[in-house]
């Protein structure tokens, strides 16, 4: 039984794989915009139905991991051991390579890249990227005043979860600069990583310095 879990598990992941790979494709030859989600159920040889059972809108082909990261890092914040600040543990998340970062993978830089090219042509993508670091920073937000016993809208806890997704987007940002202009991933990681502790001891000194 576990067996035949298992390979379910597996079929899942490589359909899920072959959709998104088949996508990213497409959206790399013709642009997010003009490439229909029939397009893609055709090339990964599905059903449109099955496109969005794997990936419930459009912009979740390309953002999904995002949206993992985010997750990610807020259950980082939200599950840190007592005694831990917000901001360390917010720090010891972000400054850990993942991914293509941390494999050093040239077809995973790559793969940074096309997405950062699609989303500069894309105002689809662009706003699903605002609205996901909104949310993001409003969960951040409501989480560190829950822990402080203030209100949901305390302007204290909403500076903090700016300040930290600030953070969080100047690093993407800076990833996506530097996949777009063919630097090696060892480069990038230890750019971003540098960027990250600069920002970082900026808000733990204090603005005022």
Known sequence: MTTETGLRER???QTRQRIQD???????ESGFDKV???AIARAADVSEATVFNYFPTKEDLVYEGMEAFE???LAAVRDRTDGVSVLTAFRDFVLQPRGALA???PAGIERIATVARLAADSPALQGRERQTFDRFTHALAELVAAERGVRRDDPEAWVVANAL???NRAMKSSVHRQALAGQSGKRIAKD???LGRRTLDLLEDGLGA
Do not use: H, S, Y
């Not at 088949?22 to 790399?28: N, R, V």
């Open 71 to 73: 997750n990610a890092l």
């Open 165 to 167: 997704m600030g953070v």
């Open 11 to 13: 079929k899942k992941q």
């Open 192 to 194: 971003v990583l540098a």
């Open 22 to 28: 088949c996508a990213i494709e497409l959206f790399a």
């Open 103 to 105: 494999d050093r993978d």
């Open 36 to 38: 229909p989600v029939a």
